[in-house]
């Protein structure tokens, strides 16, 4: 039975880390997804493309994070982050008609960067077609994130999106 137990304690301090991909060292995914949670509420970023507006809201017992992201003359977007089985994953609901899925590879609970890296995509007809790629998110501080998200095309950067949000409330 004192094994049984110790085993399963073992299994599950495992399972709330993934490895990092730079490093090889682990990443505390549940410490990652809880500064996520912290976002719950509204935020906003004025920048040259216009205002950006962000809402947080925790679904399903607090298991799952939306992220809807409405800007000026674009569709609205969705991203929704969770744990799976010690990785930390978030799936975003793209403009591009495609719904790329991506893995935390580092949290720096120091600096506050979390980054995400591309796992795979639904209604992606080939790695050459334009999708989200990468994210990085910093959290400054409780007031203010910065967010960082590379949009791959041939297999390389076309672009970057770069905001930086204040919290409404």
Known sequence: MKTQIVLTVMLVSAAAYAA???TGQPVDTAAAFS???SLVGEWQSDSDQGKARLTYELIAGGTALVERERAENR???LTVYHLDQGRLLLTHYCMAGNQP???ASAFQPAT???KFQFLDAT?????A???MHNVTL???DDQHLIAEWQFYENGQVKMTEAAQYARVR
């Open 20 to 22: 990092d991909a730079n």
């Open 35 to 37: 500064r996520l949670k």
């Open 75 to 77: 569709p609205e977007m």
């Open 101 to 103: 899925r991506m893995q």
């Open 112 to 114: 506050g960067e979390l």
């Open 123 to 127: 209604n992606l007809p080939s790695q």
């Open 129 to 131: 077609a334009g999708h």
């Open 138 to 140: 910093r959290f400054v």
